[in-house]
């Protein structure tokens, strides 16, 4: 009988998905409520431009719209006509045209796909604010795009527009996302002057950080007690490893999961992290495999095979030693001893296909821990065996 | 205007059945939808803004369409087709 899925709501892992509370971004969230408060206390009286940049997965979208989503609500209560509109450049193919008409619908969604430019259609945008006494803060997602594809010019119009209506209220605001800061120098000057002030920076999350928002969504998204602290450990790990990556660290506990799902088991296990790992990237090749001698191979046979027993995120040295005389004794090979053991776990690690770290806390004394992120054990071990055997004599398995 | 001058133009019937399925459009949309060409769609438009049904607002060179709420006419015609929709939508089983 198939065993009930893992999840309780999948959708909480959705890329898309604005968590209710956002982990380790209180500080630049009252920032942008800072630079945005005249919003709701002097509406038209200003208008703002700020400027959030920071890696791939490190909140830059979800903080943009969960200010976008408390300053609506705000705005609601004390009866102002605050709209929010969060656009992503690259989706709209870097188009200026493309994004105005996306923010246009949002007031009138039936309106013309063609006949006007994108001049016209900002024109437009203006009167429709003004027809309906309306402010608006419109995120720039993934600014790049649109600097890529048409420079200066729209941001300029954009921040511009409201300095040629004279005495009229300011109704336009923007945020302005992209990933590297370096990109505003492919500005013009005064546009860059007329942007460039307010900048949030958004640092990548650490292991710790990012635990905290896999608990979080975990919470909301899994049923109770289905994924074990140490798989969260393991995600965390491989999402600061990917650049402190939210996003690639939720996706893989959704990919995890899926797993788990498929193989009609309750629990979410670090190996069905390695799995999902495995299926994100590739970064263990066969290749890489197949070159290694005939002791790094058996090291990590016995690694494979003790990861596959205790089902955890990590080894010890010890472990992996005591793993590997036993692949060493099954193939009729005299074990190395311990240093240059640990010089092939170095080489391993460089090599990207196991993990080393120190142990710290709950551990008596120090020794290397193992971590195989990015590839099944029970895949590595098929691997391993399929390149030993014809190699070694003398095996009988 | 009388409400024949209304409701005996096909076209006018057409349009006012879109406007209020659809809420608001411009004439291109509305002629599209309606199988007129644009002149005749403009002329109809011009007659129902007249009697007071609809109102239009103009952003540059697009003019926007929609049925005036505030004209009491205009809001017994719209819950009309919405009424005559739905019971025919019921009736044939959609």
């Keep these: ?397 | 205007m009388m409400i024949e001058d209304i409701f005996s133009s096909r076209g006018r019937v057409r349009i006012l059945r879109i406007l209020s399925e659809i809420g608001e459009l411009n004439i291109s949309e509305i002629a599209r939808r309606a199988g007129l060409n644009y002149s005749t769609t403009n002329e109809h438009l011009l007659v129902l803004e007249k009697a007071g049904l609809i109102r239009h607002k103009t952003f540059g060179r697009i003019r926007i369409y929609r049925f005036d709420e505030t004209d009491a006419k205009a809001r017994s015609i719209k819950n009309l087709m919405e009424l005559w929709e739905q019971e025919s939508g019921q009736k044939t089983g959609k």
């Design chain 1, 1 to 397: 009988m198939p065993h009930p899925s893992v999840f309780k709501d999948e959708t909480k892992l959705d890329i898309n998905y604005t968590p209710p509370k956002l982990q380790h971004r209180s500080f630049q969230l009252q920032l942008l409520n800072q630079y945005f408060r005249h919003s709701v206390e002097a509406p038209g009286e200003m208008t703002q431009r700020v400027i959030v940049t920071g890696k791939v997965g490190t909140g830059k979208t979800v903080l943009a719209q969960h200010f976008g989503r408390g300053i609506t609500h705000e705005a609601q209560q004390r009866n102002i006509n605050l709209h929010y509109v969060h656009v992503n450049c690259r989706q709209n193919k870097g188009s200026f045209f493309l994004m105005l008409q996306r923010i246009v619908t949002r007031f009138h969604p039936t309106f013309p796909k063609r006949g006007y430019s994108a001049e016209e259609l900002l024109q437009t945008l203006m009167q429709i604010l003004d027809d309906q006494k309306a402010y608006l803060i419109v995120t720039l997602d993934e600014l790049e795009a649109l600097i890529q594809n048409e420079g200066s010019e729209p941001l300029y119009k954009l921040s511009r527009t409201e300095e040629t209506r004279e005495r009229a209220p300011r109704r336009l605001s923007l945020i302005c996302i992209l990933r590297e800061p370096s990109w505003l120098n492919k500005l013009d000057a005064s546009t860059r002057s007329t942007l460039q002030g307010n900048l949030i920076q958004l640092d990548s999350y650490s292991k710790a950080e990012l635990e905290d928002i896999l608990n979080d969504r975990l919470r909301l998204a899994f049923k109770p007690g289905n994924v074990a602290p140490e798989t969260v450990t393991l995600v965390a790990e491989l999402g600061e490893e990917e650049g402190g990556n939210a996003r690639y660290s939720i996706e893989l506990l959704w990919r995890a999961g899926k797993y788990a799902d498929t193989e009609n088991v309750r629990d979410v296990l670090p190996e069905h992290v390695r799995k999902a790992a495995g299926s994100v990237y590739a970064s263990v090749r066969r290749e890489e495999i197949a070159i290694l001698d005939l002791h790094r191979k058996l090291l990590l046979l016995g690694i494979s095979r003790r990861f596959q027993q205790t089902g955890g995120a990590h080894l010890s040295m010890g472990e992996a030693e005591e793993s590997y005389r036993i692949a060493c004794e099954e193939f009729n090979k005299k074990p190395r001893g311990h240093t240059q053991l640990w010089k092939y776990l170095r080489a391993l690690a460089s090599l990207g296909i196991i993990k080393t770290e120190l142990s710290t806390a709950g551990q008596r004394g120090k020794t290397t821990l193992i971590g195989l992120p990015h590839i099944a054990a029970a895949d590595l071990e098929r691997e391993l065996i399929r390149i030993l055997q014809p190699t070694v004599r003398g095996y009988s398995r």
